[in-house]
């Protein structure tokens, strides 16, 4: 193959000598005839004959010296050593010399250059040729390329920004000069993109399909631009529709598939992505996107279908196995879970995103401390070597896991880490800071907080809403009510703030205007998702005024828009085993919750309650007994497990437990407090203590 490159060279100069284009030069004849290689060395190891004489001896001696650069140039492409690449240039600057205002050799020069790797040389060769001549295309080209290679040998943002933009320049400069050119139009839009704007980039887009709409690249690259912003992505379908149905083509179907799941259509993206498939059964994006529609539809069997087959087509991908691990987590098969995610970690050690997903697995599986673990020790490899964005979704997952098994301190201490960031992090730090104050019931220093938030955030009505609710559930309804009104006076057909001025209202057990807000809210509700908040916050509330059919109603509609809804599964659950009514329904509902949430304790306490009523008293202790374990401060939880141990005949236990429930209550916030029921607790107590005084002074039967 070689002979074969450096014989082409060869024949092409002999053509173009005996065309008389060219003669060889005496000075180089005799340099040849002095030379064991054809031609004296310069210090570079490139020919250097003579000054030619005359007009004929200098172009033949351009011709030659162009012509071995060339040579050189191929034996360099074959062979990649450095002393031809070498050779090439010395050559090409000869020939340069010799013609200064050839165009085509500075050209040539400046891409041996960069072929070379010498950037900043190739770069000025380029713009010495422009200097001359503006509106010289293919310098314009080389120079745009060499921009573009150069790309990945910058160190920092700010440097690589400088070579896009001069890329940018040149690119504009050829599509303006040639408006045919599409590839130099499809370079320019993915330089605006990565820029950022997109604006630039889907004008080139457009230009090209105006003049050819048919442009499968302009298509593609404007779907992309499209599918970047999720406001964006009906327009997205719209485009890719018509040519994904003529193509044929797994590609555009697979396009057609993500562009329905942006617009979270996951039917019609399953669809689109199963014809994919379906044309190419080997193609990884296509059952990725099937994979992706199927398991945000939850259909989780056919979605490990997929994820199986492309950890056979990927076997060393961890995302595969990431995925493979959700999936088992949400089926509850925590120990495939657990086996896919130690797959992951073995061909990612150390990948940030396998230990998340690893805290979360021992999260699912109740192993509270290992995930809490795990995720500190991520935290303290990660610090100083992480991108923020990183670190905070860190830190926002381990405050969270501190907050779940009570540690509040901790919680509290991991949030101000958070916020430590710097101010992109520091507003969702202080709203987790807020939120964490009001679950371990120091709601004076979260309404501290709060007011705080508003003075440095006043923008963010979010920490008006926060406010609201603090004020009602501290028992100051008015006042909460007042904020949101206040807002509602700019925004009057807003479905958020009538919704909150709703849970004001009920919070502070003001039911009658509760409602009132609530049919407001019902009638703003826009997307499903509001729709379904709605009829569980009626049915909530139903409850609590014992209209139990009512209640009901609005549980089943829930239910029926979201079968796996875990917190109305609970609450209708618990609401029929409270009362004593259809028990073995109730039972069913609440494992139903248990099955998305394994280890809520609220959702423990609730079925150890059914299973209570049933006279299930062992089922009932052991299901209790898991609920204190995680939720140990709630007084409910405690007095349930007190009652179980009252029915097993072991008072001292139970009174334990009812005395912790009395110490429970009396730390509650004012919206949750319940009279009724702590008189109810108060007469257990004293009704068992007196039992048990009056047991300890009965003599014991003679024998």
């Known amino acids: 193959m070689f002979g074969t490159h450096r014989n082409s060279i060869w024949q092409a100069w002999a053509l173009l000598a005996a065309a008389g284009l060219f003669a060889l030069p005496a000075a180089a004849r005799q340099a040849n005839q002095d030379s064991p290689q054809g031609a004296s060395q310069d210090a570079s190891g490139a020919s250097a004959p003579a000054v030619p004489q005359s007009e004929t001896d200098r172009r033949a001696e351009t011709y030659y010296q162009f012509s071995i650069a060339r040579m050189y140039e191929e034996q360099y492409e074959f062979t990649g050593r450095a002393d031809y690449a070498g050779k090439a240039i010395a050559a090409y600057r000869r020939a340069y010399e010799l013609d200064p205002h050839s165009s085509v050799i500075g050209e040539r020069l400046a891409e041996a250059l960069a072929r070379a790797g010498r950037i900043p040389e190739a770069i000025q060769e380029a713009q010495d040729v422009l200097q001359k001549d503006p509106s010289n295309l293919p310098a314009r080209r080389i120079l745009a390329r060499i921009y573009l290679r150069s790309l990945g040998d910058m160190d920092t943002a700010a440097a690589q920004k400088g070579i896009v933009d001069q890329a940018i320049e040149q690119y504009r400069e050829i599509v303006r000069l040639d408006p045919t050119d599409t590839d130099s139009a499809l370079r320019l839009a993915r330089l605006y993109r990565a820029e950022q704007d997109d604006a630039q980039a889907e004008s080139v887009l457009r230009d090209l399909l105006k003049r050819d709409p048919e442009d499968s690249g302009a298509l593609r690259q404007l779907a992309q631009l499209l599918l970047d912003s999720d406001e964006r992505a009906p327009e997205a379908v719209a485009l890719i529709q018509p040519v994904a149905r003529k193509a044929n083509s797994a590609e555009w179907d697979t396009l057609l598939g993500e562009a329905y799941a942006k617009t979270r259509d996951y039917p019609s993206s399953e669809t689109a992505c199963r014809a994919a498939v379906a044309l190419q059964s080997e193609d990884v994006a296509a059952r990725k996107c099937l994979g992706e529609a199927l398991l945000f539809q ?14 056979e087509l990927e076997p060393t991908d961890p995302e595969h196995f990431l995925r493979l691990s959700l999936i088992y987590r949400r089926l509850g098969q925590l120990d495939k879970a657990e086996e896919s995610l130690l797959r992951a970690k073995q061909d990612a050690p150390g990948n940030l995103e396998v230990v998340y997903n690893e805290a979360l697995t021992y999260r699912a599986q109740g192993r509270f401390e290992d995930a809490i673990r795990v995720l500190s020790d991520a935290v303290a490899g990660a610090k100083g ?37 710097g101010p992109d992090y520091t507003r969702r730090a202080r709203e987790l800071v807020i939120d964490t104050l009001r679950m371990s019931k120091q709601l004076d220093k979260a309404l501290t907080e709060s007011q705080k938030a508003i003075a440095d955030f006043p923008d963010d009505r979010a920490f008006v809403i926060t406010r609201a609710l603090l004020l009602a559930e501290k028992g100051d309804v008015a006042g909460g009510a007042a904020l949101i009104q206040n807002l509602q006076k700019e925004s009057p057909k807003d479905f958020e703030l009538a919704v909150t001025l709703a849970q004001v209202y009920e919070r502070g057990h003001k039911f009658h205007e509760a409602e009132k807000a609530m049919t407001d809210a019902e009638q703003l509700a826009g997307r499903p998702a509001d729709r379904v908040m709605v009829w569980f916050l009626r049915g909530a509330m139903d409850e609590r005024l014992k209209k139990y059919d009512e209640a009901e109603e609005q ?8 079968p796996h809804e875990s917190a109305t599964l609970n609450y209708y659950g618990y609401m029929l085993a409270d009362r004593g009514v259809r028990l073995e329904e109730a039972v069913g509902l609440i494992q139903r919750a248990l099955a998305e949430e394994p280890y809520n304790g609220a959702y423990l306490d609730s079925l150890g309650w059914a299973y209570f009523k049933q006279g299930k008293l062992e089922q009932a202790r052991k299901e209790l007994e898991r609920a204190v374990g995680r ?28 005395t912790k429930a009395q110490d429970f209550w009396r730390e509650a916030v004012p919206a949750d407090y319940e009279p009724d029921r702590v008189a109810e607790l108060n007469k257990k107590v004293s009704q068992l203590k007196h039992e048990m005084a009056q047991s300890s002074q009965t003599p014991a039967p003679k024998p």
């Open 298 to 311: 939850q259909k989780y069997e056919a979605a490990l279908e997929q994820y199986r087959r492309l950890t």
């Open 385 to 421: 070597t992480e991108r923020t964005s990183t670190m905070a979704i860190l830190y926002e997952q381990l405050g969270a896991l501190f907050r779940e098994v009570e540690n509040y301190p901790a919680a509290l201490e991991t949030f101000d880490e958070l916020a430590a960031l």
């Open 555 to 562: 549980f089943r509609r829930v239910l029926a828009a979201d």
């Open 631 to 658: 939720t140990a401060h709630d007084p409910t939880v405690r007095e349930h497990l007190g009652d179980v141990y009252a029915k097993l005949g072991r008072p001292a236990q139970a009174l334990a437990e009812w």
